[in-house]
């Protein structure tokens, strides 16, 4: 299972948005509404930030929204705040009942 | 509140084994499946596998297949996972995660440092 691909980089400026993409196939972005993000800061485990496309757990801001058009989700972040600079990793369900996840995007906050 | 923590570094000789534990809090251990997720320093993350706490059923990787073995103690509410065969490309921190559930993972535990080297 090839891990999906995203942008090896993303910056923006505090209070632009930036979208970062997660491109797979059809068997597994395409196939399932089952992608999630999580954030990752430095020495830390990942956070979960969006499930099921586009479901946001209680905690975490509203300035974080996900969406899916064929085989590519995406991760939006808007109103960005200097803590929002971290790396940040998809992952979708396979048809091979497994899992597999992104490459990894790091964020930075001019 | 929901928790998972794991056991301590561990260094190990090429072709050793290692065995990482992770204990569950705040919630009934057997109800969800816990994951195993490992990270290479610098690089993305990589999942293992899963298991369910309550049958005791698993599901590896394909490239785990044959090295690695998750089991559990449910009476004391921790899941371990076991890689053995190790080479110096298993150096990696290892997290165990709960399945949502299911399809998302959260929350995750703190990691466990593996290292390989002779």
């Known amino acids: 299972q090839s891990a999906l691909t995203q942008p090896a980089s993303v910056s923006g400026s505090p209070g632009q948005s930036i979208t970062i993409s997660c491109t797979g196939t059809?068997?597994?972005?395409?196939?399932?509404?089952?992608v999630s993000w999580y954030q990752q800061h430095p020495g830390k485990a990942p956070k979960l930030m969006i499930y099921?496309?586009?479901n946001r757990p209680s905690g975490v801001s509203n300035r974080f929204s996900g969406s899916k058009s064929g085989n590519t989700a995406s991760l939006t972040i808007s109103g960005l705040q200097a803590e929002d600079e971290a790396d940040y990793y998809c992952?979708?369900?396979?048809?091979?009942?497994?899992?597999?996840f992104g490459t990894g995007t790091k964020v930075t906050v001019l | 509140q929901v928790q998972l923590v794991q056991s301590g570094a561990e260094v190990k000789k090429p072709g050793a084994s290692v065995k990482v534990s992770c204990k569950a809090s705040?919630?009934?251990?057997?109800?969800?499946?816990i994951n195993w997720v490992r990270q290479a320093t610098g690089q993305g993350l990589e999942w293992m596998g899963w298991?369910?706490?309550?049958?005791?059923?698993?599901g590896y990787a394909q490239k785990f297949q044959g090295r690695v073995t998750m089991t559990r103690n449910t009476s004391i509410s921790t899941a371990y996972m076991e890689l053995s065969s190790l080479r110096s490309e298993d150096t990696a921190v290892y997290y165990c995660?709960?399945?949502?559930?299911?399809?998302?993972?959260?929350?995750w535990g703190q990691g466990t440092l593996v290292t390989v080297s002779s």
């Open positions: 995660a709960k399945d949502g559930p299911p399809n998302w993972f959260d929350p």
């Open positions: 705040g919630y009934t251990f057997t109800s969800y499946d």
């Open positions: 298991m369910n706490p309550n049958s005791g059923n698993t």
């Open positions: 059809s068997s597994d972005v395409g196939g399932y509404n089952y």
């Open positions: 099921d496309v586009s």
């Open positions: 992952s979708s369900y396979t048809s091979s009942s497994s899992y597999v």
